[in-house]
């Protein structure tokens, strides 16, 4: 069965420094994954999306993440965190065997950037 | 390019009520899917519409059922509502292209419903 896990439910970053917020995995086939950022009273935003070919995958103001198969993680990064990042952000599994259509998000991770 | 817009943004409802939310998608996109938000979880995936027929569906019971029409809006109807349904409940669209799992998804504000 698909599964998504995001093992933190807050982390905690001062503002310049780098941040990781951790996504793990569970699909029959190849995975489909996407990083969706949320502000309160907002619908999700699209920060970046993994399909196939090169593993680091640069998205929107200045995230990336890192697909790695064998640990079946796509862990979102900035190497330079800024107060605004502070929100709450969703990774999204889609299996590819079905379709890819049935979208898995994780509980989300509260990112709390303190000046 | 108009986004996703939803309505309402908030309403209240008794247990036992039904409730019809709406949802206009962006302009150029042909699919829409239906999530179910409780309070500090993430979204759930109700089930998705492609051509006004339901093309997929998650977990949850035949009370909840939908419509997409032919400008591509939808509707997300609830019935005999139950305590639990209380959430944010969130309308994305996307295009449908050639690798169709691969979409991103482009999600309105969401109206929030709570059951007394």
């Known amino acids: 069965a698909q599964s998504v896990a995001q093992p933190e439910d807050q982390v905690n970053v001062a503002e310049g420094n780098p941040l990781t917020v951790k996504c793990t995995y569970s699909?029959?086939?190849?995975?489909?994954l996407f990083w969706y950022v949320q502000y309160p009273n907002r619908g999700l935003q699209f920060l970046l999306k993994y399909i196939t070919g090169d593993n680091l995958v640069k998205g929107s103001y200045g995230f990336e993440a890192e697909f790695n198969k064998s640990q079946t993680s796509f862990h979102l990064k900035k190497p330079s965190a800024l107060v605004s990042d502070s929100a709450l952000y969703f990774c999204?599994?889609?299996?590819?065997?079905?379709?890819?259509?049935?979208?898995?998000f994780g509980a989300g991770t509260r990112l709390f950037v303190k000046a | 390019e108009t986004g996703v817009t939803q309505s309402p943004t908030h309403l209240i409802k008794t247990r036992g009520q039904q409730v019809t939310l709406r949802c206009s998608s962006q302009s150029g996109h042909n699919t829409v899917s239906w999530y179910q938000q409780a309070l500090g979880q993430g979204p759930q995936f109700i089930f998705q519409?492609?051509?006004?027929?339901?093309?997929g569906r998650g977990n949850f019971p035949p009370r909840f059922s939908g419509l997409q029409f032919p400008n591509y809006s939808s509707e997300l109807n609830v019935n005999a509502l139950e305590l639990d349904d209380s959430a944010l409940y969130l309308c994305?669209?996307?295009?449908?292209?050639?690798?169709?799992?691969?979409?991103?998804?482009?999600f309105g504000a969401g109206s929030r419903l709570t059951v007394l």
């Open positions: 699909v029959s086939g190849n995975p489909y």
């Open positions: 994305a669209s996307s295009h449908r292209g050639s690798s169709s799992g691969a979409n991103v998804l482009t």
């Open positions: 999204d599994v889609r299996d590819q065997n079905t379709g890819g259509f049935k979208t898995i």
């Open positions: 519409y492609y051509r006004e027929e339901e093309n």
